[in-house]
């Protein structure tokens, strides 16, 4: 029996209204120049458990909007 391992790393996320200084500053410093939405995070992790993903094992996938690849 095959057991796949697979997990989603994820980035900071958006908050809906009023952003702090902090927010602001943090949407600048990623390479999109935005924080994650909770759709896109909740997107990867549905394709992870759906059917789709049946030949990822052993995968990481990265969620963050390309701030691992900097």
Do not use: Q, Y
Not at 1 to 16: D, H, P, Q
Not at 24 to 45: D, F, H, M, Q, W
Not at 59 to 67: C, K, P, R, S, T
């Amino acid at each position: 029996m095959l057991v796949r391992k697979t997990i989603s790393s994820s980035t900071r996320i958006s908050r809906t209204g009023r952003r702090s200084t902090v927010e602001e500053a943090l949407n600048k410093s990623g390479p999109l120049g935005r924080l994650a939405e909770t759709n896109e995070i909740a997107c990867a992790v549905l394709f992870l458990a759906s059917s789709e993903s049946r030949f990822f094992a052993g995968h990481e996938l990265f969620v963050d909007g390309a701030v691992a690849a900097i």
